[in-house]
Nanobody, 117 residues
């Protein structure tokens, strides 16, 4: 069974930065489209950013464009999310997601990001 493990979350002041990591194992990482989702208390899980397999095209939710950067290292089997200029509304549990085709979809356990002064 594929495994995704997030790390890098924590408490940061508004305007600060964090870098999340998602380490993947037991899957052919380079062939999976990867993405970050987040879920705030009382809200639905939402897509934050995605990166394709192969060329590595990226996409972002409007709310994070210009502040967050998604990337991947297919040698280290790891995906990253660099988050800058963080706002209190970025507070959420951040989840890593891997997808290949219709059937192969996996989630990590999540990492908490709290933006507060």
């Amino acid at each position: 069974q594929a495994q995704l493990v997030e790390s890098g979350g924590g408490l940061v002041q508004p305007g600060g930065s964090l870098r999340l990591s998602c380490a993947a194992s037991r899957l052919t990482f380079s062939s999976y489209a990867m993405s970050w989702y987040r879920q705030a208390p009382g809200k639905e899980r939402e897509l934050v950013a995605g990166i394709t397999s192969g060329v590595g095209n990226t996409s972002y939710a409007d709310s994070v464009k210009g502040r967050f950067t998604i990337s991947r290292d297919n040698v280290k089997n790891t995906m990253y999310l660099q988050m800058n200029s963080l706002k209190p509304e970025d507070t959420a549990v951040y989840y890593c997601h891997a997808e290949r085709g219709v059937i192969r979809k996996y989630w990590g356990q999540g990492t908490q990001v709290t933006v507060s002064s």
